[in-house]
């Protein structure tokens, strides 16, 4: 899960608004096609020694708030707080952010970390900002596809396993080849509903996919990827092959 406590270049004086607690997405990746619409949340918890009258959150991705390349939103809104019934420094809050792979995804060095800025205004007019409050991966959809040959094929002889596993390009609107990353074989034998894994594969130009197994029994075959951090996994369909 993506939780951090709230951090800060310098150190906060002990009468400043601090966050927690802070959740992007309910935990998991952010993973964009070329064409991906879909809401983002962030959660986080702030407390304030004065009570916290309104509070915020967005993403950044860059070495610094000054030079960031990338806002998620580009105009932060100000998040829903609810202060605690039970103890009045404390608001639980969330913010919604509409994302747009095709708006907002411009280049792919925008893959990877990014960064929640969280703030605050107390009660008493003060305002608190931390530019690293907690983090988030933002990666590129994988597509991963196989063909497994001959079919039918006979007992004992040998099939040729092939695919290709791609990724979505920001800066060119396709999907391209991912070179020299780990793809794993799996089979599953009809009437099973376990893989096992068979092998490794590499992928070679152009995210190209090809190797051999031996044929032992009716089943399906498929190729995996785990993804990278700046990559989300893929999982391609199984391909059933008739055993003779």
């Given at each position: 899960?993506?939780?951090?406590?709230?951090?800060?270049?310098?150190?906060?004086?002990?009468?400043?608004?601090?966050?927690?607690?802070?959740?992007?997405?309910?935990?998991?990746?952010?993973?964009?096609?070329?064409?991906?619409?879909?809401?983002?949340?962030?959660?986080?918890?702030?407390?304030?020694?004065?009570?916290?009258?309104?509070?915020?959150?967005?993403?950044w991705h860059g070495p610094n708030t000054d030079d960031a390349d990338g806002s998620l939103?580009?105009?932060?809104?100000?998040?829903?707080?609810?202060?605690?019934?039970?103890?009045?420094?404390?608001?639980?809050?969330?913010?919604?952010?509409?994302?747009?792979?095709?708006r907002d995804f411009d280049h792919n060095g925008l893959a990877g970390a990014w960064k929640?800025?969280?703030?605050?205004?107390?009660?008493?007019?003060?305002?608190?900002?931390?530019?690293?409050?907690?983090?988030?991966?933002?990666?590129?959809?994988?597509?991963?596809?196989?063909?497994?040959?001959?079919?039918?094929?006979?007992?004992?002889?040998?099939?040729?396993?092939?695919?290709?596993?791609?990724?979505?390009?920001?800066?060119?609107?396709?999907?391209?080849?991912?070179?020299?990353?780990?793809?794993?074989?799996?089979?599953?034998?009809?009437?099973?509903?376990?893989?096992?894994?068979?092998?490794?594969?590499?992928?070679?130009?152009?995210?190209?996919?090809?190797?051999?197994?031996?044929?032992?029994?009716?089943?399906?075959?498929?190729?995996?990827?785990?993804?990278?951090?700046?990559?989300?996994?893929?999982?391609?369909?199984?391909?059933?092959?008739?055993?003779?």
């Amino acid at each position: 899960m993506l939780l951090a406590t709230a951090q800060a270049a310098g150190t906060a004086a002990a009468d400043d608004t601090t966050f927690s607690n802070v959740v992007v997405n309910g935990g998991k990746d952010i993973v964009l096609g070329l064409t991906t619409r879909k809401t983002v949340t962030i959660t986080w918890t702030a407390r304030d020694p004065e009570g916290v009258a309104a509070s915020w959150a967005y993403l950044w991705h860059g070495p610094n708030t000054d030079d960031a390349d990338g806002s998620l939103p580009l105009y932060p809104p100000a998040g829903t707080c609810v202060v605690s019934p039970a103890d009045p420094t404390t608001a639980t809050c969330k913010v919604s952010i509409a994302v747009s792979a095709a708006r907002d995804f411009d280049h792919n060095g925008l893959a990877g970390a990014w960064k929640v800025l969280a703030g605050a205004q107390d009660t008493e007019d003060n305002w608190t900002e931390i530019d690293v409050a907690g983090t988030a991966n933002v990666k590129r959809y994988a597509r991963v596809t196989v063909n497994a040959s001959p079919e039918p094929v006979k007992k004992g002889r040998t099939i040729t396993v092939t695919g290709r596993l791609t990724r979505a390009n920001w800066e060119s609107g396709t999907y391209t080849g991912y070179q020299g990353r780990t793809v794993q074989l799996q089979f599953r034998k009809k009437g099973s509903s376990v893989y096992t894994a068979l092998k490794t594969v590499t992928s070679g130009v152009g995210g190209t996919l090809k190797t051999t197994t031996k044929a032992k029994a009716d089943g399906y075959y498929r190729f995996v990827f785990t993804g990278t951090p700046t990559t989300g996994p893929s999982t391609a369909t199984g391909d059933f092959v008739d055993v003779r």
